[in-house]
């Protein structure tokens, strides 16, 4: 069994799902916390994302998580892949987060898993990263009040 976290924009987005994606996240979590790397689809590839490992949801619903190790899962970030709006998008909130330019041209997608069955575990850039992250979270909730 694997233990998953989530970040709290994470969570505050996914309070929000309904429906369809609702039950595709659901499905999915189930998923994650039996299977671990096995549950997602690839993993992101690049310097400074090379950790992460994707699922696609129900639409173009994303969902981004790290692995602190085989046994522990933090869902990063949930949300749309949005071409035409990079504020919403997932994809480019992560690497604005993993403060890297966003990449063009073609992406490959190689499996989460390693050969052996080992996710790709991150370790101290996971808490630079979480950190960023939760200094988004606090900017955001700040303004919504």
């Given amino acids: 069994?694997?233990?998953?976290?989530?970040?709290?924009?994470?969570?505050?987005?996914?309070?929000?799902?309904?429906?369809r994606q609702r039950t595709s996240y659901d499905r999915w979590l189930?998923?994650?916390k039996q299977r671990g790397c096995a549950a997602m689809q690839y993993r992101l590839h690049g310097a400074g994302v090379d950790h992460f490992c994707v699922s696609h949801l129900y639409g173009a619903l994303r969902v981004v998580v790290?692995?602190?190790?085989?046994r522990s899962?933090?869902?990063?970030?949930?949300?749309p892949h949005d071409h035409s709006d990079p504020g919403l998008?997932?994809?480019?909130r992560l690497y604005n987060l993993a403060d890297i330019p966003v990449p063009t041209g073609r992406r490959t997608k190689p499996p989460c898993c390693a050969a052996e069955g080992k996710p790709p575990e991150l370790g101290a850039e996971l808490d630079g990263l979480m950190d960023?992250?939760?200094?988004?979270?606090r900017a955001l909730t700040g303004r919504l009040r």
Wanted: net charge neutral.
């Fill in 1 to 19: 069994m694997v233990r998953v976290t989530a970040d709290r924009l994470a969570v505050e987005y996914g309070k929000s799902l309904k429906g």
């Fill in 30 to 32: 189930a998923d994650l």
């Fill in 66 to 70: 790290a692995f602190e190790s085989s």
């Fill in 73 to 79: 899962a933090v869902i990063v970030l949930l949300g």
């Fill in 89 to 92: 998008d997932v994809y480019t």
């Fill in 132 to 137: 960023r992250m939760r200094e988004q979270a």
